[in-house]
């Protein structure tokens, strides 16, 4: 099967300063793929390469099967894509533009139009300059949604929509899955892609520095565990322990505070050897995960 995207060592640079440097990767029919970083990471470089708005200083790209500069006319034909910074014409209603915009690809999407807009609780006939930053998120949305592409591209999706809206937002993404469509997602809110996403990829400083899936990722991140004793302990019994990154002493003394990366038996089992009076576990999530690729920048 064709992938939805694929990219061969995609290298953007502005000038001498790297956008994005060899990326490779694929994103498969059908699935969900977050891709993140932090700013300046090349997050926004690359879907402008992907879709033909940068040309590549290297490699190549591919979307549905298509070359990303030689057929991007076909390919815009084809997707449907949220810019994280969305130009509207303020002095339209929001039906005014989406009916412009439905026109521009030659086809009806009122009908489907009218339905995104209830769901999202939008009324599609207040001009656009009235619009709060969530109610044009939500006009950006239905754009990008309208006539129901192969591929969605996003941007930022859910930036200002309140959080009954990013559910219902979540239950539009998923719906696309359903239907065997794709959506590429770049988020900053890391519980969004956790949500949403079947696998990620996570860049930094330009570069990819993992591809996996969120499961896995999850599997790596860090366990916190919150021990209290019945008598106090000294916190170096488990500073030494495999995979322990911090210990910290607290409940006067009684307390122990862990983060462990990788098995924990080896913590468990020393704080089965003293008498426990209660212990809470946070499972590691997907923003622990990528934390943990930028602690050497939290350090520098």
Known sequence: MTAAIQTDQLTTYYGSTPGILDLSLEVQVGEVFGFLGPNGAGKSTTIRTLLDLLHPTNGSATILGFDSHRDATEIHRRIGYLPG?????????????????????????????????GRLELDLDRKISS????NRQKVAIIQAFMHKPELLILDEPSSGLDPLMQQEFYRMVDEIQAEGRTVFLSSHILPE???????????????????????????????????????????????DLPGVSSVRSSHDGHGIDIHVEGPVEGVLGTASEYRMENVISHEGDLEDAFLSFYEDDDAA
């Open 131 to 134: 619009y709060s930053s969530g």
């Open 193 to 239: 892609v956790e949500r949403t996403a079947d696998r990620v990829a996570i860049v930094r400083h330009s570069r990819l520095v993992a591809l996996e899936t969120v499961a896995d990722l999850k599997a790596k991140a860090r366990r916190h565990f919150q021990f209290v004793f019945a008598d106090p302990i000294d916190p170096a019994v488990f500073s």
């Open 85 to 117: 910074e969305v130009a509207m014409y303020d002095n339209m209603t929001a039906r005014e533009m989406l009916t412009y915009f439905s026109a521009l690809r030659s086809i009806d999407t009122s009908a489907y139009v009218a339905r995104l807009a």
